[in-house]
């Protein structure tokens, strides 16, 4: 084979390559130790934009609170968080805003304790039935309630997703990682409530809210299957999800080596 030869397929494996990147959409490549390439991941919950929570402001703040709930729309991009790749999920975000504390002492009394979350993997039935299939471990919000931006927490083990499951995001008590006041067209998420259970009384109410939520509706043993029958929208919960992908299998039946 000829120099030029050899030199239009390098270029053409090149063009190849750039447009395999592009397709992927928001999949990407981290780089290990020594240069080595490691398995692809993705992060779901990406948009352009990113809106903020109304808190500390007392007339804006809105948390969720003793629920699990899925982004189904975020800033016109449908199912956000759908994994469109089988692997482990290995670290998550939140988007908090800064609370006073008086504020934090409210919340806490309201909804049974200090704010505390976990991330879901739910895989989607019929008639809008999810089952909890993994969850990650609880973990307590309020240090990162400083006003700093996104909290990022690893998971010491990480989670096995399937590709076509959901990210869900678990309310223990209450989360302020909630914005407000968005385009319904193109925001909505949807809780583990069903239908006589969607309409949340106002704090103004106090015996009707207290009520409400004396008992949890969040999804929280796992195996179980729950109807997600209320749709909110103009409102997002502010939470994103990092998926490594498996490793390829190799034709013999193994996983391909990373790296040279």
């Not at 903020?52 to 968080?81: L, N, Y």
């Not at 919340?107 to 304790?113: P, T």
Request: net charge positive; glycine share 10%; with cysteine.
């Amino acid at each position: 084979m000829s120099a030029q030869s050899i030199g239009i397929l390098r270029i053409a494996g090149l063009f190849a390559a750039a447009l395999a990147i592009v397709a992927g959409g928001l999949l990407v490549s981290d780089a290990g130790a020594g240069g080595a390439t490691s398995a692809q991941s993705v992060v779901l919950g990406k948009t352009s934009v990113y809106p903020s929570s109304g808190c500390p402001d007392p007339d804006k703040c809105e948390v969720i609170a003793r629920v699990t709930g899925i982004q189904m729309k975020a800033d016109g991009v449908d199912h956000p968080f759908r994994s469109p790749i089988t692997g482990r999920l290995v670290a998550w975000w939140l988007k908090l805003p800064r609370l006073h504390s008086t504020q934090i002492q409210s919340f806490n009394s309201l909804f049974g304790g200090e704010p505390a979350a976990r991330v879901a993997i739910l895989r989607r039935g019929k008639g809008g039935r999810f089952r909890l299939v993994r969850q990650g471990p609880t973990q307590a919000l309020k240090a990162d309630l400083d006003g700093k931006g996104r909290a990022r927490y690893r998971l010491a083990e990480p989670l096995v997703v399937k590709e076509g499951d959901y990210i869900g995001l678990t309310a223990i008590t209450w989360i302020p990682a909630f914005a407000v006041n968005l385009d319904a067209a193109a925001n909505y998420w949807l809780a583990s409530r069903t239908k006589d259970k969607c309409a949340t009384p106002p704090a103004s109410r106090p015996k009707r809210f207290a009520a409400y939520y004396r008992r949890t509706q969040a999804q929280l043993r796992t195996s179980t299957v729950k109807e997600y029958q209320c749709t909110y929208q103009t409102a997002r919960l502010l939470y994103w999800a990092r998926i490594v992908a498996d490793a390829p299998e190799s034709p013999g039946g193994g996983t391909s080596p990373q790296g040279g």
